[in-house]
C-alpha cells in the first residue's frame, strides 16, 4: 500500500489562504486515488473530523495537535510517518528531517520581497526556515509560477527539475448567486445597491490606500468603496484616509457569505502589489463579477485576458479603471463572461490529478 501522508495541521483561522487550499486538496486527492494509494491525513482530531465530513472516500488519520510553530513537532511528526511512502507539507514549518521522502509546497516569498514591511528578524526567521523547509523536501509544488520564479531568487541551488507550478482554484460553491442569496447578504450586512469590492486583509503588499486614494478621486455619486476581510492594527492607513460616508469596512465575513457578496458586487478591485496565487480575484471571477487587479506576480496567470489590469504603484491607473467599469455597461458585461470562462480554466480535480502524478514520482 502507497501511503501518502497529508499534513492538514494549517487548517485553522491563522491560515485562511494555505487552510483553504489543503481542504480542498484533500478532498479532490481522496476521489483520485488508484488501487493500492491511500490519504492519510495528519492532523488534530478536530481537524481530521472537519475533513472527514467533507470527504466521501475513506481515508488514514495519524493524529497531532502539535502545532507547526511548536518545536516538539520536529520529533513528535517523524515518528507518525514511518511505514508512509511519502509526507506533503503544506507549510514552511515543518519537520526537517521528517525520514520519509518529502513534498513541501511553497506560495509566495513576501518577506523577500518586500523587506520594508517585516522585521530584519523575521526576515532572517523566513530566511533559515524556509532553506532547512527546502534542505528537507525531495520536491517543491509552487502554486505559480511567478512563485516558482521568486523562490529559485531565494533558493538558486534549486533546479527546475525539482518544482513543478499546480495552480489552485476556487472553491466549486464559488458561482453566480441567485437574487434571493444576494438579496440575503446585501440586508445582513446594510450593502448599497451599487458597490466596489474588495476582499483580504489590510497587510501593506495589499496596497489598500492606494485604492481608497483612487476611489476618493471618483465623482462624489460614485458606488462605494466596501472592503472585507480580517484587519490587522499595525496598519491603519487605509482606515485613517476613509470618508466613512463612502468607505465601508466590514471587518471578517462568515466564509458561506462569500459568494453572494461577490455576486452582489459592481466589481471586484484588488489592486495588490504582490500575490503568490490571488484567489480572490478567482473567486470573484468565478461568482460572474467584473475585477481590476494589479498587473505584478501571479495575477496576470490567474485571470489572464479576463479583468482590467493596473499598474498597482499607479493611482491614476486604478481611477481611470474604475471609471471605465462605472460607464461601459457592455465592458462589466464582457469581464464577467470572460472571467466565468478563465474561472473554469482552474480546477480542483486538476490539480489534484498533477499532484498525484508529482506523489507517484517522488514515492517510486
Request: charged residues 20%; positive net charge; contains cysteine.
Amino acid at each position: 500500500m502507497m501511503d501518502y501522508v497529508l499534513d492538514v495541521r494549517t487548517i485553522t483561522p491563522h491560515f485562511p489562504g494555505i487552510g483553504r487550499y489543503v481542504h480542498n486538496l484533500a478532498c479532490a486527492l481522496a476521489d483520485q486515488l488508484s488501487p493500492g494509494e491511500r490519504l492519510t491525513l495528519l492532523g488534530s482530531e478536530r481537524q481530521l473530523a472537519h475533513l472527514r465530513s467533507a470527504i466521501r472516500q475513506p481515508v488514514g488519520a495519524l493524529i497531532c495537535d502539535t502545532s507547526p510553530f511548536d518545536l516538539r513537532q520536529q520529533w513528535r511528526v517523524p515518528r507518525l510517518l514511518r511505514g508512509a511512502a511519502l509526507y506533503h507539507s503544506p507549510y514552511y514549518l515543518m519537520p526537517y528531517f521528517p525520514g520519509r521522502p518529502t513534498i513541501l509546497t511553497f506560495y509566495d516569498a513576501i518577506p523577500l520581497r518586500f523587506p520594508a514591511y517585516v522585521s530584519a528578524r523575521a526576515r532572517l526567521f523566513f530566511w533559515l526556515t524556509l532553506q532547512l523547509a527546502l534542505r528537507s523536501a525531495d520536491h517543491v509544488i509552487t502554486v505559480s509560477r511567478s512563485a516558482q520564479h521568486d523562490l529559485r531568487a531565494a533558493a538558486p541551488s534549486l533546479q527546475s527539475a525539482d518544482m513543478t507550478t499546480i495552480y489552485g482554484a476556487a472553491d466549486p460553491r464559488f458561482a453566480p448567486q441567485s437574487a434571493a442569496a444576494i438579496a440575503r447578504v446585501r440586508d445582513r450586512y446594510a450593502l448599497p445597491a451599487d458597490f466596489f469590492l474588495y476582499v483580504g486583509s489590510n497587510k501593506p503588499h495589499k496596497n489598500l490606500p492606494l485604492l481608497v486614494q483612487a476611489h476618493a478621486r471618483l465623482p462624489a455619486n460614485s458606488p462605494s468603496l466596501v472592503i472585507a476581510g480580517p484587519w490587522d492594527a499595525r496598519y491603519p492607513e487605509a482606515k485613517q484616509i476613509a470618508d466613512p460616508a463612502r468607505v465601508r469596512f466590514l471587518g471578517p465575513i462568515d466564509e458561506a457569505d462569500l459568494p453572494a457578496l461577490y455576486s452582489a458586487a459592481l466589481a471586484f478591485v484588488f489592486p495588490s502589489r504582490y500575490e503568490g496565487f490571488g484567489l480572490p480575484a478567482l473567486e470573484a471571477m468565478a461568482c460572474g463579477t467584473p475585477v481590476i487587479c494589479g498587473n505584478t506576480s501571479s495575477l496576470p496567470e490567474v485571470v489572464g485576458d479576463a479583468a482590467l489590469l493596473i499598474d498597482p504603484a499607479d493611482v491614476s491607473a486604478l481611477v481611470e479603471a474604475l471609471q471605465r467599469l462605472l460607464d461601459d455597461p457592455a465592458l462589466r458585461q464582457q469581464l464577467s463572461a470572460r472571467g466565468l470562462e478563465q474561472a473554469a480554466r482552474f480546477s480542483w480535480a486538476r490539480a489534484a490529478a498533477e499532484t498525484l502524478a508529482v506523489y507517484r514520482q517522488v514515492a517510486s
